[in-house]
């Protein structure tokens, strides 16, 4: 049986989520909904933890063998947004080389997203500053 808070609960659930869809689009939506790669890795090659202006913190994590991303994953205490282009980032840095992953900027990830209110652009900029941070970490001597 479904109390009267539950119900109150789905369909807060349910304008949040369509105000989501309203104001981030389908693709956005998605991702927040099921945010891939999220979580810490152990040992990882390659480690990037950046600030934004914003006063949120990314992490995100590499694993490279033989010059090619194998794990990529983050965190972030940032708004839902940062999840999704950090989720993104991570995406598009799999199974790539080193030498590729300059090319994973706050604009390619905002390519895959579509646009974003432009309050969010720079969540998108943070997650490409944080995957090259820890692309950094990983070019330094003994990685
Ligand atoms: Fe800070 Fe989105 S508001 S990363």
Known sequence: MTSSFDKF???LQEEINQDVMKTYGEKVYERWRNPRFI?????????GRVTGTCG?????FLRLEDGIVS?????????????????????LAMKKGVERLEDITGKAILGVLGELPEDDVHCAFLAAETLQAALD???KPGK
Do not use: H, L, W
């Open 39 to 47: 979580g810490t890795m152990e040992s990882p090659t390659g480690y």
């Open 71 to 91: 794990e990529a994953s983050f965190t972030t205490d940032g708004c839902g947004c940062s999840a999704v282009c950090a989720s993104v980032a991570c995406e």
């Open 137 to 139: 970490a990983s070019m």
């Open 56 to 60: 949120d913190t990314m992490q995100i």
């Open 9 to 11: 609960a789905d369909s």
